[in-house]
């Protein structure tokens, strides 16, 4: 591990200090929000996998519906009987916050819920088989909405979390280890400093207490 | 008030029309890239985007991954499930577990 480029004097010792507790606090938190969002996670994902397998059966059987509609009415008839649509589904946007993760929140609404109002057109011109395709197609509806919901919330948790792992791990082997070297390199080169400093003190010491003697003898011998 | 739209091939898309989805014919990749810009500058909240369009236009659907709306959702066409929404779940939790841990490894 590199250790940070920086001279080795007090204040930088003071600064990584408190970086280095920062970092220790940072990710504590990061990791707990990451066990936090896998927990809701591995949850949601089980439901999307079942909710989605549970929908692609559900729109085989009503593409199956339609092309057998398709088959016995003239296909200008069938798309003229479903070009207006008397149905309406209408969403209301709300969010909902896991994880600080802005997850969307889907309010549905429909203008027709009546059994009988949901075909866009009379009976004359079309055959049963459309009808029930549009009945099949109908009450997938809430199925294919609920997905919908759930999918995204998916992708939008597994994109938080896949950062927040990298974040966690970022911290954990790169910048706590690079901080805690650091900080030793400039421990042990100020203790470096302070050990040169006070040989170098005790020499000069030495040298003062030796002159003293010296002129000391000095004037003993002028006095004699 | 949003609104759900999908986009299609003629065929698979008719029948969405009628329970109030609104439509977007489509027959190739960039033609639906062009609707698909479109829709998510007005107010549409879901967009079912058939299959295989869905793969061609991979790279414009994961730009709006990390919006809040739309929320852009792979629905099979008339010829069958080609599998892609299922792995894009299975995706999904490799690319947030690191592992894919639903699935078993054999799918």
Known sequence: MERLN????????????????????????????????????????????????????????????????GAIMRKEVMEEALMLPKQRVEIQVKSKNIMSVDVPVF???????????????????????????????????????ELAAKEKEAQMLAAELERTRRRVNALE????????????????????????????????????????????????EAVM | MYKIGVIGDRESILGFKAVGFEVFQCAGGDEGKKILKKMAKEDFAIIYVTEKLYVEMKKEIDEYTDLRVPAIIPVPNREGTLGVGLSNVKQAVERAVGADILFGGDR
């Open chain 1, 6 to 69: 920086v001279n080795p004097t007090r204040m930088m010792l003071t600064t990584l200090k408190k970086r280095l507790a920062t970092a220790l606090r940072g990710h504590k938190l990061m990791k707990d929000k990451r066990d936090e969002l896998m927990k809701g996670f591995l949850e949601l994902a089980r439901e999307n996998k079942n909710l989605r397998e549970e929908v692609e059966i559900r729109l085989k059987d009503v593409y199956d519906s339609f092309t057998m509609a």
């Open chain 1, 107 to 145: 309010d549905f609404q429909m203008s027709s819920t009546g059994e009988e109002e949901i075909y866009p057109y009379g009976y004359a011109t079309t055959s049963g088989e459309l009808d029930e395709a549009i009945t099949d197609l109908s009450s997938t509806l809430p199925l294919l909405l």
């Open chain 1, 173 to 220: 082997y790169v910048k706590i280890p690079q901080l805690q070297m650091t900080i030793k390199y400039i421990v042990m080169k100020l203790d470096e400093n302070e050990r040169g400093n006070q040989t170098r003190l005790m020499k000069v010491k030495d040298m003062i207490l030796k002159e003293a003697l010296e002129e000391k003898r000095q004037a003993d």
